[in-house]
């Protein structure tokens, strides 16, 4: 024993000297000499840590533990795991509380203390957060060693505090990193992963269990329920993700938490929204008010707060009203007077609605946002209250799938609510499209009945399905079988009794209802269903006996109406009853709308009360009140009836609310509500028309014209005495017509009206506007006749409409626009009705201040009007324009005068006023408009007049822009500018703009603004027409010709301008001898000048244009008429003017008139003129005409008399013309070759030695005149020539490739070809073939090369080629005549092409003579 201490010493005097092999050999040889010597374990344990082998010294000092539980050997495994780290924190635990124990049971506290301090001060510092809790145990009550330790460690219910920390955030962690791993996998949906999370971690998770300690330990009761809110939630939440098999007792966990906050009264939304939604009590009235209340305070920012408190507020609430006090407010000493909770985030506050319609908003508000079922159930009461069953339909459909979902959710079964959900949408949907859902309605009341057959709801929902599908026998026999088992309800005896009254059994209906009234009385049942029963019984009592005496008696069935108010003040059926008794018995129109009104405020369902009261407000023309009736009608639901409905549409609420919506100018929904009304009532007249009429007036004509038609195909069916008058169709059909153009029609509809209300002054009007319209849209379309006599026909009708209708405003406008016609179409100014005007002047002529407006200015009276007298024929086209003039602008005084009350009529008054007075200025004389005159003075006032009356209009400001723009062009500027402004889009405003331009000689300026007047409208032509202007001015002819061109083509036929411009501008291109220029390019601008001369009959110089015209169309004998016309007028002209400028127009027409009778053959006369003008056009006489025009009109004057002379055989006269012309003209080529071939034709040999000599003089000038070489060749090939041939055919060569030969010459240079190869002495065959092939290659387009080929070769596809050749080149493509194309159908030898050569040109012989080859053949 001694050996071993002395042994023991030695190892410890080596552990001092750091001697470790030596102290654990030492304690090896003790140990193995005594197996159980604590002390040398320690000592080796020690030895070994010290060597860094703590795997063994670990055992060493577990040994000694083994051998005897002291403090230092477990001290020294504390030391030993805290060099270990955190991996044995474990161990370290188990070590720390077995060393804690020894020190409690040596009475050590603070040692113990201490040692459970630094251990969890390691495991906060070393370990991770789950070790940490581990640690935290160890101060737990549950801890051995926490008795001793009590007081001197936190206080448990921090501790749990912590762990509840951690675990919270850890588990929170953990759920969020699975989600995020397991979502990636491949068909993981998120739902189905955050379920599956959860109810991994929330199934395993101590939380639970953590916070439950916690909520016991805890001292600070907001720390309690703080924790018993978390833990109600964690529950809340594991139920949700616990499986289905095992949800049954996690929620009696749950709901038991839940109630125990709500007995408390703890404020937590949860916990009271799983106590009142779980309870599934089966009748609303079954929850707890107290509760509800209490819920309300608490929560008042919910939605079912919202919900409840609209639902306890209203009159079907079956809790008693909560009275709300108003507390007075105190403010404690120097407080503000503002209330803190004014300021965001201030105290929630309880809104409770005053008005049904407040209420209704706040529940809606909230039932939209929330799944509560109990919210549901009082809101589907609510919508079934106030029959709102579309809604109530979609809300029940929604309320069902959210009881299926927290079913689901919760494992709860919500039987009851079930059961009334299916109740809400069974009677919902045995009213909502009714009868389309009663097959779904039966099946959920079945189902109701088999959970609860003696639900009262469910059977008056069967009963009322066979009600509304009004088949009352089997409703009836249903709900007697339900009182067979309930025969007290009340409510179902009731119905019952009215289905026998609806049946007509009105006295057993009446005893029904008599029998259940005392019972009702006695026993309390809702006010709704007493009121019902009263009304109902009222309504037998009045069907029993229809008299009048009987209805009028206040006994009877009015006394029940009036009980039923009583009874239930809000009874919309009673006033309806009420106002029909008022208006038909008691004649109280005042109280019958009062009930009306009230019925209808009630209830939309009161169809009945809305017509009666919608017709009243009619006769008074209230037209608002109208359509808010109409509205609120259309807007139950109850107008259109659903599909497979026994029941009839109504139609007159909307039919109501489109006649509203026209009065409102409101057109695009009066034409919705009279469509409506229409699918409901196919048949209704009104409606239809006035369909028609909203169409019209919001431009929809042909939209119009059919529903007018409809009306009228309704007319000829029914009877006119249910229609009323049916004329007003045919005046709306007349509008139509006349906005759509269709005058004609339109005239011959306000005829037939007014022949039947002969004083409609509207009806009256609108014909004479129609006609003056549609003489204007003839002007425009060329139709001049056609509109003289529609302005003639609406002065004569003027005359016959009623004498009221000639003191308007629109009977004098269409008078003075009736007078415009004759003045546009001035050739027809002799068919003015001169005599109807007189008298239409007279008409109510008792103030002569009705003509006298600017009569100082512009001197206009009647006194030309009523002038008397015989006029010379030169004078009266002048006397009658000014009459016209006159006429218009009168007409026009006149409307300003009978429009003095009425400003804007007035300033269009004005406005027309003034372009009447430019019109007459206009039509003055050249000469007298260089100056202004009176009537443009007269004219700018009229204009400024309306601008003052009316300064927004822009048409005001361009008028007095136009009217300016030669007196004062910065006026003019200024007026233009500003209509501008007004409207930027006005074309024809820019195209003035570019006109002043020009006028000042801004040619920049002008471009812009015609550029944009095209931009605004590319269809107005006077932009183009400006353009072309401009054009000329920049000298590009081409390009003016086309813009004048363009702009003819758009133009209206009244439009002077472009009838002038275009065919002058095309004449100027005719004069550059233009190739392939054709006559149908002159057919338009004959026309146009034609269209002129209707116009403008006095315009002189442009009829003599279109006899040059007519001159290259071989229209002589118009030529002749007009020419003689001009030449008659000229010369009266000049024998009273002796003008200068008149001679020489007259010279000009003189020498025109010549050529006009030598092409009708009429030579004598030719003759004539031709001298008379060779002298006026003498150089002796004075200088009328510039030196080119006396040249040209001299050389065309001996031609034309050179011709006539040859062609009456004066042949030496003729020569010696020629002769004549060629000197005065220096030898013009074309006249050369005439005068050679009459030489020719004298058959002299100095005559024909002549010809030669002068056609080679023009060789000589000009090589490139192609008749002077093919003249020369003909006269080679005839004189047998050679050299003379050679150089002509030489000429000829390059003449051939030239592109100045027209079509016509190249035919005849290829024949002069063709006659020289047949007539050479070398001729094979060949040449004359090779020549026309030729012909072929270098003009394929032509046919004359085809069709010789054909003659010569007699193959078929030559001709066929020609064929087709020509029929390309015919117009519009090309200029071949008639005749080349009869010749081209001849050439195929064909019986139907030589028919149609005959159809096409039977003048022709090629025809002819190939239709009787071909026949012959």
């Known amino acids: 024993m001694a050996s071993i201490k002395a042994s023991l010493k030695a190892i410890n005097d080596a552990i001092r000297q750091q001697k470790w092999d030596d102290a654990l050999a030492q304690a090896e040889n003790v140990i193995s000499r005594d197996p159980n010597n604590y002390q040398a374990y320690v000592f080796k344990a020690f030895a070994l840590d010290k060597k860094n082998q703590p795997e063994l010294a670990e055992a060493a000092y577990q040994t000694a ?32 509380l077995k060393l804690a124990e020894i020190f409690r049971d040596a009475n050590e506290m603070y040692k113990c203390q201490d040692v459970v301090d630094k251990f969890l001060d390691f495991a906060r510092s070393r370990g991770d957060r789950s070790q940490y809790i581990q640690a935290l145990r160890l101060i737990l009550p549950n801890s051995p060693i926490y008795p001793a330790l009590e007081g001197r460690v936190p206080h448990p219910a921090k501790t749990y505090e912590t762990i509840a920390q951690i675990l919270e955030v850890d588990e929170k962690k953990r759920i969020n990193t699975l989600i995020g791993e397991r979502r990636t996998r491949l068909g993981a949906k998120i739902g189905e992963v955050t379920i599956e999370v959860n109810r991994e971690v929330l199934c395993q998770s101590e939380l639970g269990d953590i916070y439950e300690q916690l909520i016991l330990w805890a001292q600070d009761d907001d720390v309690r329920r703080q924790y018993e809110e978390k833990l109600l939630q964690f529950r809340y939440d594991r139920l949700l993700v616990t499986p289905a098999p095992e949800k049954a007792a996690e929620l009696q966990v749950v709901q038991k938490l839940a109630e125990g906050m709500v007995i408390i009264k703890h404020p937590f939304k949860l916990a009271w929204d799983i106590a009142i939604e779980w309870q599934d009590q089966k009748e609303i009235k079954d929850w707890d008010v107290n509760v509800l209340n209490e819920y309300c305070s608490f929560f008042p920012d919910s939605d079912l707060y919202r919900v409840l408190t609209g639902f306890m507020t209203s009159d079907i609430s079956p809790f008693p009203k909560k009275v709300t006090e108003t507390p007075e407010a105190t403010h404690p000493p120097g407080s503000d007077d503002e209330s803190e909770d004014n300021e965001d985030g201030g ?19 909230g039932i939209s946002t929330t799944n509560s079922l109990l919210a549901h159930r009082l809101m589907g009461e609510y919508y079934q209250h106030l029959e709102e069953h579309e809604s109530n339909v979609e809300l ?27 109740l809400y949408l069974g009677t919902a949907l045995v009213f909502y499209q009714s ?56 409510r179902v005896r009731a119905e019952v009794g009215w289905l026998y009254a609806l049946k007509g059994d009105y006295a057993r209906g009446k005893a029904e209802l008599e029998a259940l009234l005392p019972s009702m009385k006695r026993v309390p049942v809702s006010k709704d269903l007493l009121a019902q029963t009263q009304h109902r019984l009222g309504c037998c009592i009045w069907n029993l006996d229809p008299s009048k005496s009987a209805r009028k008696d206040r006994n009877g069935a009015y006394a029940y109406f009036l009980d039923a108010l009583k009874s239930n003040f809000s009874y919309a059926p009673a006033y309806s009853s009420l106002g029909i008794y008022y208006e038909d018995y008691a004649k109280d129109k005042k109280r019958a709308r009062k009930c009306f009104l009230k019925a209808v405020e009630l209830s939309s369902a009161e169809i009945e009360s809305a017509e009666r009261l919608a017709r009243s407000f009619a006769d008074d023309g209230d037209w608002d009140r109208v359509e808010l009736v109409a509205q609120r009608v259309v807007e139950s639901g109850r107008v259109r009836p659903p599909p497979g409905s026994k029941k009839k549409g109504i139609s007159w609420p909307l039919s109501a609310l489109g006649v509203a919506e026209l009065n409102k100018q409101d057109y695009a929904k009066a034409i919705v509500s009279f469509q409506q009304a229409l699918r409901i009532t196919p048949e209704d007249y009104h409606s239809w028309v006035g369909l028609g009429e909203s169409y019209h007036n919001s431009g929809r004509y042909i939209a119009a014209t059919k529903a007018i038609q409809n009306a009228q195909k309704l007319e000829e069916r029914m009877d006119h005495n249910m229609l009323g008058d049916t004329w007003f169709t045919k005046y709306m059909l007349a509008n139509v017509r006349r906005e759509l153009g269709e005058f004609d029609e339109a005239i011959s509809l306000y005829r037939t009206v007014i022949s039947t209300r002969p004083e409609e002054e509207g009806v009256a009007i609108a014909l004479m506007q129609t006609m003056v319209e549609n003489a204007s849209d003839c002007v425009e379309k060329g139709i001049f006749g056609k509109a003289v006599e529609l302005a003639t026909d609406a002065l004569s009708f003027a005359l016959t409409v009623p004498i009221n209708v000639a003191n308007t405003f629109n009977f004098w406008k269409a008078i003075g626009d009736s007078c415009a016609i004759f003045s546009s179409v001035q050739g027809r100014i002799h068919d003015f009705p001169t005599t109807s005007l007189q008298q239409l002047l007279r008409l109510g002529d008792t103030d002569k201040s009705a003509y006298s407006v600017l009569g100082d200015i512009d001197g ?102 136009v009217v300016t723009s030669e007196i004062n062009p910065s006026v003019a500027q200024h007026a233009f500018v500003r209509s501008l402004f007004i409207n930027e889009r006005s074309a024809h405003v820019w195209s003035n703009l570019g006109a002043l331009a020009l006028l000042q000689n801004d040619i920049q300026l002008a471009n812009e603004a015609f550029t944009r007047a095209q931009s605004n409208d590319p ?44 065919p002058t501008s095309l004449f100027d291109h005719i004069l550059t001898n233009p190739p392939n220029l054709g006559v149908t390019s002159l057919i338009q601008p004959l026309f146009a000048l034609t269209q002129l001369r209707h116009l403008s009959p006095q315009d002189l110089a442009y009829q003599h244009l279109s006899t040059l015209y007519q001159e290259r169309t071989n229209d002589s004998s118009r030529a002749i008429d007009t020419l003689e016309e001009a030449c008659e007028r000229l010369e009266a002209n000049y024998e009273a003017t002796e003008s200068a400028d008149s001679l020489a127009r007259f010279a000009l027409a003189k020498t025109d008139l010549a050529r006009s009778y030598l092409a009708a053959g009429k ?137 100045k030969a027209t079509d016509t010459e190249h035919s005849q240079i290829g024949e002069i070809f063709r006659a020289v190869a047949a007539l050479s002495e ?56 008639a005749v080349d194309l009869a010749d081209a159908y001849a050439g195929t030898s064909k019986v139907a092409d030589a028919q149609t050569a005959v159809f096409i040109a039977p003048w022709s012989t090629s025809g002819w003579e190939s239709l009787g080859n071909a026949v012959a053949s």
């Not at 924190?89 to 720390?96: E, G, R, V």
């Not at 929902?461 to 088992?485: H, P």
């Not at 008379?1172 to 200088?1183: E, G, R, V």
């Open 65 to 96: 533990v083994g051998i005897r539980s002291d403090a230092q050997a477990w001290q020294g495994l504390i030391k030993l795991y805290e060099k270990q780290g955190p991996k044995a924190l474990q161990k370290y635990q188990l070590a720390a």
């Open 347 to 365: 105290a929630p506050t309880s809104v409770v609605p005053y008005t049904d319609e407040d209420r209704l908003l706040m529940m809606t508000e």
């Open 396 to 422: 029940m459909r929604k309320a069902m799938k959210v009881v299926v979902a927290e079913t689901e959710k919760t494992g709860k079964v919500f039987t009851n609510a079930n059961q009334s959900f299916m």
């Open 435 to 490: 009868p389309r859902n009663h097959g779904e309605a039966k099946f959920l009341f079945d189902k109701v009945l088999e959970v609860d057959p003696t639900s009262t709801s469910a059977m008056i929902g069967v009963g009322l399905i066979y009600e509304e599908e009004e088949d009352f026998d089997r409703a009836i026999e249903f709900l007697e079988q339900a009182l067979k088992g309930d025969s007290t309800n009340l």
């Open 860 to 961: 206009v009276g009647k006194e030309v009007i009523f002038a008397e007298g015989i006029f010379p024929d030169d004078e009266r086209l002048g006397v009658d324009l000014t009459r016209i003039l006159h006429a218009t602008i009168l007409a026009y005084k006149r409307a300003i005068y009978e429009s003095a009350n009425d400003t804007h009529a007035q300033a269009v008054a004005y406005y027309n006023l003034g372009w009447a007075e430019n019109r007459a200025h206009l039509c003055l004389p050249p000469q007298l408009r260089i100056q202004s005159s009176r009537y443009q003075k007269a004219a700018v006032r009229c204009f400024k007049r309306a601008i003052e009356l009316e300064a927004g209009n822009p048409e005001f400001w361009n008028s007095l822009g």
């Open 1019 to 1062: 269809d107005y032509a006077h932009a183009w027409l400006g353009q072309g202007f401009v054009a000329l001015l920049y000298g590009d002819p081409k390009e003016a010709r086309g813009l004048f061109t363009h702009a003819m083509d758009i133009s209206e036929s009244s439009s002077l301008l472009t009838r002038r411009q275009y």
């Open 1163 to 1299: 030579y004598a006369a030719a003759t004539d003129c031709g001298e008379m003008a060779l002298q006026l056009s003498s150089d002796d006489s004075a200088n009328e005409l510039t030196a080119e025009q006396r040249r040209k009109a001299r050389l065309s004057a001996h031609l034309t008399v050179g011709l006539a002379e040859y062609f009456s055989k004066n042949v030496d006269a003729a020569v010696s013309y020629f002769e004549a012309a060629l000197g005065e003209s220096d030898g013009n080529p074309d006249a050369v070759c005439v005068l050679a071939q009459i030489l020719w034709a004298i058959g002299t040999d100095e005559a024909r030695e002549r010809a030669r000599t002068i056609l080679f003089e023009v060789i000589e000038q000009d090589p490139s005149h192609v008749q002077s070489v093919l003249l020369l060749g003909v006269v080679a090939l005839l004189d047998e020539d050679e050299e003379s041939l050679d150089a002509v055919v030489s000429e000829l060569q390059t003449l051939r490739t030239s592109d």
């Open 1322 to 1377: 070398d001729d094979t065959g060949n040449d004359v073939l090779g020549q026309l092939q030729n012909d072929v290659m270098l003009y394929p387009h032509l046919p004359h090369g085809w069709s010789r080929v054909a003659e010569l070769t007699g193959e078929e596809y030559p001709a066929d080629m020609a064929l087709k050749v020509a029929l390309k080149a015919i117009p519009p493509r090309g200029e071949l005549g």
